[in-house]
């Protein structure tokens, strides 16, 4: 097993980034919200709170401001400064900085970031700060429960350190234009708003804060609330900046903080018939503390926000784009204060899930990268690219975009060949996934069993998304992702709800894509490369008898007997006649008799994703659906021949995700030769969601050491200087087949679970064998850690409860201490039987 970890990975979760990693934007917001990103200076960046992406969006004179000073009154050493380190270069612009980034204010002299999400730890330094002031920041994430992972709302705990031998009085004042209202953003990255929104102070129940709204009224689509809020006892306010065309407000702020380290409101008549710097209302909130000799103390704020009304619809050309859907999470609460007050009230409780989970992501002894990438992931998940809508039930609808662009979503309608990679939802969230699949199959499957691979009708419209060609790999992989869902969950009645059109979706492909009954898939094949491929090949082959089997395991749950026989026949002849037909000896290939006779096929090329049928039926237990040497050939010619150590001489027109002297995957290559005169579109690309399935499949496989050095590869791409750590694109930002990375761990931790027959595995197959194993894991009911030490092994459940009837390591069975269900917070030791 490999231990070793390579002395230069620098990964963005072991080691932190200092202001130069200016692409590094750790993402705030729950699933289905929206987000506020904090950089690697500690500044707030790219606000999307408005139901839509928002990449280089900016709020002017937004920031937490610190001031400093002996609590013996020596004013002339009060130190004041914004708590950001400083602006690294390059300082070019029409307008140098411009008006709302105050570039000019004083800031710490550095500042290091560490990512695990979801916590964020920023630290800053400068010598002529006597105290040290460091930022933690998260959103709420309980694993299991997308609700309470959905909470529009961010904690920044500000901490500061007294380390002299005198007490120090400690301001922190957070200073915020308002992230509601707006109409659009400038060029520079600046809101417009239409009429200015409202701020007030308010005090209830012990919580006190600003409130920002929206003006217009509540059913428009850009309205909306936000808060600031803090239990913190001492407090002063400035709740509306002085209003004017220069730089009045912030002058009359820094003024302020500076006299004597408290704020006091402006006068009405200040800023009455004024007009607001640039449309917006800042207001400002301050912390005052006075910390003794060695103290330190906390200065926590709370970000909340509420926009509750979406289009009824992906893009302006819907059927039904000019009426209002709700997020779903608007169906919880009434505005923002309601859910600072949730948040407020609860947090103890979500604060120790959220803590409870990312311990045992980061404390396993899994590899450090695989770690790292399936954490980025996460993030995935609670980004633009995803959201929730109000559907009349109270687990609402979940539905995602493939990315998400600057401005807008990217490709619309949860598409099923793309999110055939994502796993992390799965283990993490599994009933968004479940979600998924209820709209794939009840809605948007046809009579007759054509599935359409991006949801339209989801929204109540009567038009689904048209395309000339059912997806090969999207449908089929959609049965096995039901599968999936439900062997995980356990939920026979989800599987009998589902069923009959999950049948008629597996019968729709003997006739639409094996017309000649030879099991064997050739007719045109629309697939995830927006292309059709053309002929006998193994993406469309090895999905369809993974379909097969998956769909033989249900058929035989319900009862139909007739389809199951059918079903696991089917997958059995037609592996074996493909094997025969397509293996050629070290991997698979597209049988054409004229490469060139179509656009954009491969031949016989190596195609990354030949065995992506074969990734997923690994993941669902099915085991191997074709030949095993040959598969174990075939994945490992992948790597073989796709991995580049360097692309500084790789040829490649199309779009360009990985370059230089870094590493990575390609799509295909050509080392027979036989390339043709125009292969399909993205061969010559590096994705990152391929890149984990393939690393994952040849863990699955054996090749450990190959897996961990693809995902290394990918990992030290994304070092937040060249990459944000937790944005890994593809067709737009927070790419979904990203998700892919989470199998990382299935594969390392030899991971399985079956909930019909509570059966609980694992198979290391990294770390010490000398030493303890340690991995989270997730099930339908429950998240918990295991250890695992020779012949003995400890189960800890730390959420939700679970219920095993056998735990299987390494194949061997184990006997509990205890039987019966394991509740949250509760140790089980297992002996080796």
């Known amino acids: 097993m490999p231990t070793e970890q390579p002395a230069d990975l620098h990964l963005a979760s072991t080691h932190p980034l200092g202001p130069d990693a200016s692409v590094a934007a750790f993402p705030l917001g729950g699933i289905g919200t929206g987000n506020v990103s904090i950089g690697a200076r500690g500044d707030f960046r790219d606000w999307e709170l408005q139901n839509s992406p928002g990449k280089g969006n900016l709020l002017p004179f937004t920031f937490c401001a610190i001031d400093v000073r002996p609590a013996d009154g020596a004013a002339d050493e009060a130190v004041t400064k914004v708590l950001e380190a400083r602006f690294p270069g390059p300082h070019e612009g029409e307008d140098g900085y411009g008006w709302g980034r105050v570039a000019g204010l004083p800031r710490f002299a550095s500042a290091e970031m560490l990512g695990r999400y979801p916590l964020l730890a920023i630290d800053f330094a400068d010598d002529r700060v006597p105290v040290r002031p460091s930022?933690?920041?998260?959103?709420?994430?309980?694993?299991?429960?997308?609700?309470?992972?959905?909470?529009?709302?961010?904690?920044?705990?500000?901490?500061?350190?007294?380390?002299?031998?005198?007490?120090?009085?400690?301001?922190?004042?957070?200073?915020?234009?308002?992230?509601?209202?707006?109409?659009?953003?400038?060029?520079?990255?600046?809101?417009?708003?239409?009429?200015?929104?409202?701020?007030?102070?308010?005090?209830?129940?012990?919580?006190?804060?600003?409130?920002?709204?929206?003006?217009?009224?509540?059913?428009?689509?850009?309205?909306?609330?936000?808060?600031?809020?803090?239990?913190?006892?001492?407090?002063?306010?400035?709740?509306?900046?002085?209003?004017?065309?220069?730089?009045?407000?912030?002058?009359?702020?820094?003024?302020?903080?500076?006299?004597?380290?408290?704020?006091?409101?402006?006068?009405?008549?200040?800023?009455?018939?004024?007009?607001?710097?640039?449309?917006?209302?800042?207001?400002?909130?301050?912390?005052?503390?006075?910390?003794?000799?060695?103290?330190t103390g906390d200065f926590e704020f709370v970000l909340s926000w509420h926009v509750p009304n979406r289009h009824r619809a992906w893009d302006a050309g819907g059927e039904l784009y000019d009426q209002v859907v709700l997020n779903h999470y608007a169906t919880r609460f009434t505005d923002a204060w309601a859910v600072a007050g949730h948040v407020h009230e609860h947090l103890p409780v979500l604060e120790a899930s959220t803590r409870g989970f990312t311990d045992a992501l980061f404390d396993s002894t899994l590899p450090a990268e695989v770690?790292?990438?399936?954490?980025?992931?996460?993030?995935?998940?609670?980004?633009?690219?995803?959201?929730?809508?109000?559907?009349?039930?109270?687990?609402?609808?979940?539905?995602?975009?493939?990315?998400?662009?600057?401005?807008?979503?990217?490709?619309?309608?949860?598409?099923?060949?793309?999110?055939?990679?994502?796993?992390?939802?799965?283990?993490?969230?599994?009933?968004?996934?479940?979600?998924?699949?209820?709209?794939?199959?009840?809605?948007?499957?046809?009579?007759?069993?054509?599935?359409?691979?991006?949801?339209?009708?989801?929204?109540?419209?009567?038009?689904?998304?048209?395309?000339?060609?059912?997806?090969?790999?999207?449908?089929?992989?959609?049965?096995?992702?039901?599968?999936?869902?439900?062997?995980?969950?356990?939920?026979?009645?989800?599987?009998?709800?589902?069923?009959?059109?999950?049948?008629?979706?597996?019968?729709?492909?003997?006739?639409?894509?094996?017309?000649?009954?030879?099991?064997?898939?050739?007719?045109?094949?629309?697939?995830?490369?927006?292309?059709?491929?053309?002929?006998?090949?193994?993406?469309?082959?090895?999905?369809?008898?993974?379909?097969?089997?998956?769909?033989?395991?249900?058929?035989?749950?319900?009862?139909?007997?007739?389809?199951?026989?059918?079903?696991?026949?089917?997958?059995s002849t037609g592996a074996k006649a493909m094997d025969e037909l397509l293996y050629n000896g070290e991997f698979y290939v597209q049988k054409l008799d004229d490469v060139d006779a179509y656009r954009y096929q491969f031949g016989i090329g190596v195609l990354s994703d030949q065995l992506l049928g074969q990734f997923l039926a690994h993941l669902a237990g099915l085991g191997h659906l074709l030949d095993q040497d040959h598969v174990r050939s075939a994945i490992k010619a992948v790597y073989d021949h796709n991995f580049r150590s360097d692309l500084s001489e790789h040829v490649s027109v199309q779009r360009t995700y990985a370059l230089n002297d870094e590493a990575g995957l390609i799509l295909?290559?050509?080392?027979?030769?036989?390339?043709?005169?125009?292969?399909?579109?993205?061969?010559?690309?590096?994705?990152?969601?391929?890149?984990?399935?393939?690393?994952?499949?040849?863990?699955?496989?054996?090749?450990?050491?190959?897996?961990?050095?693809?995902?290394?590869?990918?990992?030290?791409?994304?070092?937040?200087?060249?990459?944000?750590?937790?944005?890994?694109?593809?067709?737009?930002?927070?790419?979904?087949?990203?998700?892919?990375?989470?199998?990382?761990i299935i594969a390392c931790s030899g991971f399985d679970w079956d909930a019909g027959t509570r059966r609980l595995a694992f198979a290391p197959v990294v770390g010490d064998q000398e030493q303890p194993f340690r991995t989270l894991f997730t099930t339908g009911t429950a998240q918990g850690r295991v250890t695992i030490t020779g012949e003995s092994a400890e189960l800890t459940v730390d959420h939700g409860s679970l219920d095993v009837a056998e735990l299987v390591i390494n194949n061997r069975s184990f006997i509990p201490d205890d039987q019966g269900p394991v509740p949250a917070g509760r140790t089980v030791r297992f002996t080796a039987a």
């Open 135 to 295: 930022l933690e920041a998260f959103t709420p994430l309980v694993p299991l429960d997308p609700a309470e992972s959905g909470l529009p709302t961010a904690v920044l705990r500000y901490r500061v350190h007294n380390p002299t031998d005198r007490a120090q009085q400690v301001t922190l004042a957070l200073s915020l234009a308002s992230p509601v209202g707006m109409d659009g953003w400038r060029h520079n990255g600046f809101p417009t708003y239409p009429t200015a929104p409202s701020v007030d102070y308010r005090e209830a129940d012990g919580i006190r804060g600003l409130t920002f709204t929206a003006a217009g009224p509540t059913d428009a689509f850009g309205y909306g609330t936000a808060t600031l809020t803090t239990l913190h006892d001492d407090v002063s306010v400035k709740p509306q900046w002085l209003a004017g065309h220069w730089s009045d407000g912030v002058q009359a702020f820094w003024n302020d903080l500076t006299d004597d380290g408290r704020l006091e409101a402006e006068t009405k008549e200040s800023y009455d018939d004024q007009p607001p710097t640039g449309g917006a209302r800042i207001g400002s909130l301050a912390l005052h503390r006075t910390l003794a000799p060695g103290e």
């Open 371 to 571: 770690i790292d990438a399936a954490a980025a992931s996460l993030s995935v998940a609670r980004s633009t690219t995803c959201f929730m809508i109000d559907n009349g039930t109270p687990e609402g609808q979940f539905l995602a975009w493939e990315g998400s662009f600057d401005r807008d979503g990217s490709c619309l309608g949860t598409c099923t060949h793309v999110w055939n990679y994502a796993q992390t939802l799965a283990y993490v969230f599994p009933s968004l996934e479940r979600s998924a699949r209820r709209n794939e199959f009840l809605t948007e499957t046809d009579e007759g069993g054509r599935m359409h691979f991006r949801s339209q009708r989801v929204f109540g419209g009567s038009k689904p998304w048209d395309f000339a060609h059912p997806a090969v790999d999207g449908q089929l992989g959609t049965v096995l992702r039901m599968y999936r869902e439900w062997r995980f969950s356990g939920d026979d009645q989800f599987l009998t709800d589902l069923w009959p059109k999950v049948a008629e979706a597996v019968d729709f492909a003997f006739g639409y894509w094996d017309p000649d009954g030879d099991l064997i898939l050739e007719s045109v094949q629309h697939n995830t490369y927006d292309i059709e491929f053309y002929g006998p090949n193994p993406l469309g082959s090895v999905m369809f008898y993974g379909a097969l089997r998956a769909a033989a395991g249900m058929a035989e749950k319900v009862g139909d007997q007739d389809r199951a026989k059918r079903y696991a026949d089917a997958a």
């Open 668 to 744: 295909c290559s050509w080392p027979d030769g036989g390339r043709p005169k125009l292969p399909f579109v993205y061969s010559d690309e590096v994705w990152t969601g391929i890149e984990y399935q393939v690393a994952a499949h040849l863990i699955f496989e054996g090749f450990v050491d190959e897996g961990l050095t693809l995902t290394r590869a990918v990992r030290q791409r994304f070092t937040g200087r060249n990459r944000n750590p937790w944005n890994e694109a593809e067709c737009g930002n927070h790419y979904a087949r990203s998700m892919a990375s989470w199998a990382l």
